[in-house]
């Protein structure tokens, strides 16, 4: 008796899938790294060519020694990790806030018509103003610094979600509702997970804001930071530190927002 045995399914088509998404990320990381490198070697030009004067234009080489010099210091990574502390807790509270609020005025009537028009104002507030009022409020420290960082986040959350919520198909909610889903566990189960994309796109948007936000309250009132750095800096003429936190910056809000994309693909591979 002859026995057949049935072939294992090819793997081949899902791994040309891979290698070639593979590739394609190796290809948008080099064309996103074009522009910067060009931009470094004309940088580079400009200065050895003596075409811009030194004080008001260091070179790269310049600027790396810049970093060494803080580094033997002590104070290249100290100003750089209180700067971020920073920034990961502002954004967490400004975060957790705006979703709060968002899943309040995103999914009930009510409560926009009472604090839309509320939320709207304060959101047209600009950075600045609020400095005066936060070191009047909570003095020069920590808490007014973080707040103010958390305050920047919480509106790109806030705005975004409760759009997204706002949004949801409205078949989407009575299918929960008919399995017994009301309030929270209706929220947590159906209406936030349809509501993912929106989230994501709020929380890029506030870890930005955050950033931005950073760097306005270490420009008033700090003594360490990379905002204070620019600011001390910028007193003593020393361009070529100026240079160095603003690719610093640059770099920290990159790498931030980068690794925000790894979650994005996570939780919209789970939930979308």
């Known amino acids: 008796m002859s026995t057949t045995t049935t072939p294992a399914p090819s793997t081949g088509r899902g791994e040309r899938r891979s290698a070639h998404g593979r590739g394609g990320g190796i290809r948008r990381l080099a064309l996103g790294a074009a522009v910067p490198l060009l931009l470094l070697v004309v940088w580079q030009a400009v200065t050895a060519a003596g075409l811009v004067a030194p004080y008001r234009l260091p070179g790269p080489l310049a600027v790396l020694s810049a970093a060494g010099e803080l580094q033997r210091d002590g104070q290249l990574w100290l100003q750089i990790a209180i700067s971020v502390q920073r920034v990961l807790i502002g954004f967490a509270i400004g975060a957790v806030a705006g979703l709060a609020v968002a899943a309040l005025v995103g999914l009930s009537r009510t409560a926009d018509a009472l604090l839309g028009p509320l939320l709207a104002a304060l959101r047209a507030v600009p950075s600045l103003a609020w400095v005066p009022l936060l070191i009047l409020w909570m003095q020069i420290g920590e808490?007014?610094?973080i707040t103010l960082i958390a305050i920047g986040a919480f509106f790109p959350v806030l705005t975004t979600v409760s759009s997204g919520l706002r949004h949801i198909d409205p078949q989407l909610v009575e299918a929960g509702r008919a399995f017994g889903l009301r309030g929270l566990s209706l929220l947590r189960t159906v209406q936030l997970p349809?509501?993912?994309?929106?989230?994501?796109?709020?929380?890029?948007l506030a870890l930005a804001q955050a950033w931005l936000f950073l760097v306005?309250?270490?420009?008033?009132?700090?003594?360490?930071?990379?905002?204070?750095?620019?600011?001390?800096?910028?007193?003593?003429?020393?361009?070529?530190?100026?240079l160095l936190t603003i690719v610093l910056l640059a770099l920290?809000?990159?790498?931030?927002?980068?690794?925000?994309?790894l979650v994005e693909k996570k939780l919209l591979r789970r939930w979308a």
Request: hydrophobic share 45%.
């Open 194 to 204: 349809a509501a993912v994309p929106a989230v994501v796109s709020g929380l890029r």
């Open 252 to 261: 920290l809000g990159t790498a931030s927002n980068a690794l925000l994309g």
């Open 216 to 242: 306005a309250a270490e420009l008033i009132a700090s003594s360490m930071g990379l905002g204070y750095l620019l600011l001390e800096s910028q007193q003593n003429g020393r361009v070529d530190r100026i």
């Open 143 to 145: 808490t007014s610094k």
